[in-house]
């Protein structure tokens, strides 16, 4: 890693081209940056090391506690296998329904493509409240979806709601939109013709995709997994409106925390040790694609 | 363009007369993402349906078409309220984050590119953060600073999310431009402002309508900051729609989605008329 002799070389490039004044430009989101992102998670490590406190938010003092009472916790580690468990679950889903999409709408042409642009763009705009909404209606006992699960199962009553299913379901409904678009915009780089000399040369249509397609989508999957693995890990909405009290995610616990308990120093030490988990399973994913020697292309 | 259509029209009747196997693949490949289409947009649609119901419950489709949970949500303060915080909230994020994002934009402009290379990721950083950790730290440092539940904590919020898109929508923008006639305008004498504001504005000005448009949408919809961020006097829409949610569901949630819904046409209209559809696809 050599970032910072690049950005100084970067910046000293700049400044011999264009002069002082257009670099200056870009000091007013650097500093909101650094005055309401950065300096906040310094805050938030500081305060993790606060003690807890009864009466009070928390107490001045230097302590490791609240990490160690969430590390050692057993409560914790169930929701923390919980939580992988069902990440896991969702970046396969989500690429399984996200890669055929998204091809889908990238050789389509006319009304058909714009059909399948305008629906992943209307999803992606659309509030998460809306959405799980959506799904609660759908999948509670008098919903569409249930009914249509009776009459084609012949049981009585299928509880669909209130379960990890309707949890997936509802994660999966967030993330998709975007996976999909992250895999289409590498997609539209693809040069068509390479699809249709493939064919010509006789591959079937599944083989060309595996062989041709596939392996140029690499970087747009790469970011597709990435947004539904970390997005999943950080779910808040859909376990709590569409899981029942064993659905229970990192996100959830930490307002758990800091609203219900107002115990700052505990949400904010299972806050940090969520960012970490995060960037450790980024850094582990992309040693693994790295390895295949093609995470070059990835930034 | 048109070549490779017709050889693929071409190909695809050959294929339907000779080959049954790859046709049976195509079908299946249309029903995979025809049901993914399917599973994607219908929910929406039955929410939509939902709220035209005359009684209390959220059968679909409607046993009799009804106006009055409109009328109900037109003439409920609290909705009204939540409405007007919205608007302001999405107006505010939508100024700050322009003036951030198209003066960081411009700014980086011609400038080498392994800048950006290397600014990319920073910005992209706080997206793969869960929303809910952002808004932890936010009740925190909004708390020391004696702006928690305020109007401004939760414009705050919306920029550091809405600023880097309206900064990569601007930059995308951006090297379209023809640099040559801002030279031109620099070179004749005027100022760095002047040569803005005559030279580079007239070119750029849809551009900066459709990352508003986006900003402001991105504000309109968001949700998870704003819930812990405001209070019962300063919450939006989607805040308030959460809450309603999580006591008792009734139609005038249906409502209020299908309302948030027609925002977003209303803002994409434009957008999709200035640019194409496939480019405002490729922005997000």
Known sequence: MNGIADIAHSIQAAIDQRGRTSLLLLAPILLFKTIFFVIPFFILVRMSLHETDQSGAYNPGVTLDSYVDILSSSFIHGIMAYTFRTAIVVTIVTLLVSIPYAHAAWRAD?????????????????????????????????????QAV????????????????????????????????????????????????????????????????LPNAVPGIAVATVLAFTWSIGAYAAPVLLGSSSERTFAVQVEEYV????????????????????FVSLLAFFAFIGRRDVGGEMF | MIESTKRRLARRLTIARTRPRETVELIA???LYGAVLAAMIAPLLIIVGTSFNHDATLTFPPDQFSLVWYQEFLTDSRWMRA??????????????????????????????????????????????????????????????????QTYVSIVIAHTLWAAPLVFFVMQAVLSRFDWQLRDAALDLGGTPLEAFRH????????????????????????????????????QTVPVLAWSALRQFIDPIISVVSTILMLSIFVVLVPIVLLFSFDWVARQL
């Open chain 1, 110 to 146: 006319g009304m058909t493509k714009n059909v399948l642009l305008l629906t992943v763009v209307v999803s992606l705009l659309t509030t998460l409240v809306v959405k799980m909404y959506a799904w609660v209606v759908l999948l509670s006992p008098i919903g569409v979806v249930s």
């Open chain 2, 83 to 148: 409405f007007a915080n919205s608007l302001l909230i999405a107006s505010a994020t939508t100024v700050l984050s322009l003036v951030l994002g198209t003066t960081a934009a411009y700014g980086i402009q011609g400038v080498d590119s392994r800048i950006t290379q290397v600014l990319l990721p920073v910005v992209l950083l706080p997206l793969l953060i869960p929303p809910v950790v952002i808004g932890i730290v936010l009740v925190i440092y909004m708390s020391m600073l004696g702006l928690f």
């Open chain 1, 259 to 278: 609203i219900s308990q107002f115990n700052w120093p505990h949400g904010a030490a299972l806050s940090v040790i969520i960012v970490v988990i995060v």
């Open chain 2, 29 to 31: 490949f249309r029903l």
């Open chain 1, 150 to 213: 009776n009459r084609f199962t012949g049981a009585d009553q299928v509880q669909l709601l209130n379960n990890e299913f309707a949890v997936v379901v509802g994660i999966v409904y967030m993330v998709a939109p975007y996976a999909i678009l992250a895999i289409y915009s590498v997609l539209v780089s693809i040069d068509e013709d390479l699809i249709d000399a493939a064919l010509d040369l006789g591959a079937s249509r599944p083989r060309a995709f595996y062989e041709v397609v």
């Open chain 2, 199 to 234: 030279a580079a504005l007239p070119q750029i000005k849809s551009g900066i309508a459709a990352a508003g448009l986006i900003a402001f949408i991105i504000s309109l919809q968001e949700f998870i900051m704003a819930l812990f961020l405001s209070s019962y006097a300063t």
